[in-house]
């Protein structure tokens, strides 16, 4: 089984940054995407970032290009996320995932909340 744990989450003020990190352990790793979604109160669990085990390419919401950056580093099994300029609408549980077949992200960590301030 697969187990991710992330950390990193908090409270903020808006303008601010935040890295959540999420760690992944439990089984063999191989080739692997991973993602953050997030929830906010009464709304549906969103896509925010991704990136591919390969060619490490990058995918973002529209609404968080140019302020959020994922990164991993896959010697250590961990996906990031770098969170600037952040607004209170990006207030939301995180989400971090992993897929082994790109797009069916099966494997989830618990969350961690964030809450930027206004």
């Known amino acids: 089984q697969v187990q991710l744990v992330e950390s990193g989450g908090g409270l903020v003020q808006a303008g601010g940054s935040l890295r959540l990190s999420c760690a992944a352990s439990g089984r063999t790793f191989r080739r692997y995407d991973m993602a953050w979604f997030r929830q906010a109160p009464g709304k549906e669990r969103e896509f925010v970032a991704a990136?591919?085990?390969?060619?490490?390419?990058?995918y973002y919401l529209d609404s968080v290009k140019g302020r959020f950056t994922i990164s991993r580093d896959n010697a250590k099994i961990t996906v990031y996320l770098q969170m600037n300029s952040l607004k209170p609408e990006d207030t939301a549980i995180y989400y971090c995932a992993l897929a082994y077949i790109r797009g069916n992200y099966n494997y989830w960590g618990q969350g961690t909340q964030v809450t930027v301030s206004s």
């Open positions: 990136i591919t085990w390969s060619t490490n390419n990058t």
